[in-house]
C-alpha cells in the first residue's frame, strides 16, 4: 500500500520496473534523473535492487568522473536501500524491516523535491511491490522480442494474437488497484520498447501488433526508448548519459553520429513520459546554462527574466 497515503505528496515519484532482467531499466533510470536534472528539477532517485545495485554505481560512477574531469554533471540526491540482514527471521519481520527502512527514505525526499526516481530489482519482492503501488509513473522498459514481451502476456505463435495476461502484468494490475484504494490515485504505465532495430522486420512488426493490443487490455500507453546502441554500454563507466555535454573533454574521444542518434532517442523518449515538469525551474535551468556558456551577465538578472 501506499506509504502515508493521507500526508501531502509534493514528490511525482516514477518507477522504473519490470519483472525481468536486462531490459535497461538502470540506463531508462539514470536518462530520465539526468534530464529532470537538466530541466532544474529537485531530484531523488532511490536504489531497492539491493543485490544489483546499478543504478547506485552509475551514480558513483558519475561523481567520480566529475571529480577526475572537473565537468559539472549534475547529480541527484541518492538513497541505497540496503539487503534486510536478518536471514533467519521470519518472512513478516523481513518485509516489516524493509517497509521501515523504505519509508524512512521516502520521508526524507517526498517533500523536498520535485521527482523521485525508483529503480527496482528484476524479480518479484516485496521492495518491488511496494514500489510498483507508488507510483505516479510506472516505466516498464522491454526489448524488442518475445522473450521479454512474455512478461506482459502470451501471443498464439501462429497468429500472434494475445492469448493470457502474464504474471508481470497482473502484478501491475493488483499494485494499481491498491493504489487507487490507499489514496484514489491513478499510475500512468508506460511500456517503453528498447533495443529496437532500425530496420522493420517481421519481429518488430508482431511485437507491435501484439503490445498494441495488451495496451488497449491492460491501459498502459507505449513509447520508444533506446536502441541497440553501443554507446549506452560505453556511458556507464564514466556516469555520463546521451544529455550530457559530449565531446572529447567529457568523453574522452571525439563524439560521433550515434552521439546525436542517442540524444535524439533520449528527448523522444521524455517527451513520451509526460511527466509534469515545472516549466518555471525549465527556463530557469536554461537561463544558467546560457549564461554559463555564453554571457558574462549577471545569473540573478537571467533567473529573473527567466520567470
Known sequence: MRIDAGAPHSAHVIVLGNEKGGSGKSTTAMHIIVALLKAGQRVASIDTDSRQ???????????????????????????????????????????????????????????????????TPGANSYLMRLSHSMADTLVTPINDSFIDFDVLGRVDAETFEVTEVSHYAQLVQETRRQRRLADNGTTDWVVVRNRLSILDS???????????????????????????????????????????TLDEKTLGSEPTLSHVSARREIRELLAGLRLPIDERCKRRAQARRIWQENSQRPLEALDILAE
Open 202 to 244: 517481421r519481429n518488430k512488426r508482431n511485437v507491435s501488433r501484439g503490445l498494441n493490443e495488451l495496451a488497449l487490455k491492460l491501459g498502459f500507453r507505449l513509447a520508444e526508448g533506446i536502441s541497440e546502441r553501443v554507446i549506452f554500454r560505453e556511458f556507464f563507466p564514466m556516469g555520463l548519459s546521451a544529455l550530457d
Open 53 to 119: 545495485r546499478s543504478l547506485t554505481r552509475y551514480i558513483e560512477n558519475r561523481r567520480r568522473w566529475a571529480r577526475r574531469t572537473g565537468l559539472a554533471l549534475e547529480l541527484p540526491n541518492h538513497f541505497a536501500v540496503p539487503p534486510s540482514d536478518g536471514s533467519t527471521d521470519s518472512v513478516s519481520e523481513i518485509e516489516g524491516r524493509e517497509f521501515t527502512t523504505f519509508a524512512e527514505t521516502i520521508a526524507k525526499v517526498e517533500h523536498g523535491h520535485d521527482f523521485v526516481v525508483v529503480d
